[in-house]
């Protein structure tokens, strides 16, 4: 679930690890936070009216925006003792690790939104709604809340908790229900992603307009496919890796690899942060072209989805 040390100290991270932490990190936070607030300003000053697609991303930016606060808090706790409590601790490993599984989910429910509005138009109006969209990201938002309770649980009882986001009980390591909802929820956010994309893509270039010239696919096939390859490409590395460590940790695999895999989980979940980053720059980019220049029917239900 996480990039998690044996229990040993923060010395044991290995120097490449710590920088490459830094070096992710630092512009993840920054360009994260600014465009995810650029998004957010250009909903509420220009969007007149929330639609489905802008609730499901103010949800999004929402969740997006929560881990990021929690980045300069693992930035530190790798650097140095942790020293601000074990409560703030659980909180902060609570808003990172949950809210990456929220972010996943919302992902998952644009996808879907876009291919029931471009594949199923007329089952669309009787599908979506605001009011479904904002219950759906309701219970997802429930969903991630009780899935704090098992943050609580990822230290060993009664122990001083010294380094923050790491050094988690063995007993988190053992839990194969843990382990295998995660993974789940990735990797059927994945291939129903996958499926709902190809889909979109395929119905876009059936009605594209035999006027317009073929050398290169439009833009509206070029946020989907963007998207796909933005969330494949951000977290599928660390879930492979998370599978590899669990394998590793719970002697399914040979004990050697741990310290390596260790490594790579780490450095893993440092790339995935980066679609925190990615997601704003992409929706606000996408909202501000779709405002400026409104195409045509298809395309611009397309554009005006995040």
């Known amino acids: 679930m996480n990039d998690i040390h044996d229990k040993s100290n923060i010395s044991n991270i290995s120097v490449t690890v710590e920088w490459f932490q830094f070096i992710m990190?630092?512009?993840t936070f920054s360009l994260g936070l600014l465009f995810n607030v650029m998004a957010l300003l250009f909903l509420f000053l220009k969007i007149k009216k929330l639609s489905e697609s802008t609730i499901y991303m103010i949800a999004l930016i929402f969740l997006d925006t929560l881990l990021l606060f929690t980045l300069p808090f693992?930035?530190?706790?790798?650097?140095?003792?942790?020293?601000?409590g074990s409560v703030f601790c659980s909180i902060l490993e609570s808003l990172y690790f949950v809210n990456m599984y929220g972010s996943i989910l919302i992902s998952l429910c644009i996808c879907v939104d876009r291919y029931i509005t471009i594949r199923h138009p007329f089952t669309a109006r009787s599908l979506r709604s605001t009011r479904k969209a904002a219950t759906v990201c309701a219970l997802v938002c429930l969903g991630t809340s009780v899935g704090t309770v098992s943050t609580t649980q990822l230290h060993e009882k009664g122990h001083n908790i010294s380094s923050c986001f790491h050094t988690f009980s063995q007993s988190t390591w053992g839990n194969t229900g843990l382990f295998s909802t995660l993974e789940i929820i990735f990797f059927g956010s994945m291939a129903?992603?996958?499926?709902?994309?190809?889909?979109i893509v395929r119905c876009l270039r059936r009605h594209r307009h035999p006027d317009k010239p073929q050398t290169h696919i439009s833009r509206a096939e070029?946020?989907?496919v963007t998207n796909l390859?933005?969330?494949?490409?951000?977290?599928?590395?660390y879930?492979?890796?998370?599978?590899?460590?669990?394998?590793?940790?719970n002697k399914i695999i040979h004990i050697s690899l741990q310290k390596v895999l260790r490594d790579v989980v780490q450095i893993t979940l440092c790339w995935a942060n980066l679609n925190c980053c990615l997601d704003g720059a992409c929706y606000y980019f996408v909202l501000k072209e779709s405002l400026e220049d409104p195409s045509q029917n298809t395309e611009r239900r397309v554009m005006s989805k995040p």
Not at 74 to 84: E, M, T, V
Not at 192 to 199: K, P, S
Not at 229 to 237: D, E, H
Request: hydrophobic share 50%.
């Open 192 to 199: 129903a992603m996958t499926f709902c994309t190809a889909q």
């Open 222 to 224: 070029r946020i989907v």
């Open 25 to 27: 990190y630092t512009p």
């Open 229 to 237: 390859v933005a969330f494949l490409v951000c977290f599928t590395p």
């Open 239 to 249: 879930h492979v890796a998370y599978f590899m460590y669990f394998l590793a940790k």
């Open 74 to 84: 693992k930035i530190i706790s790798y650097h140095d003792n942790w020293n601000l």
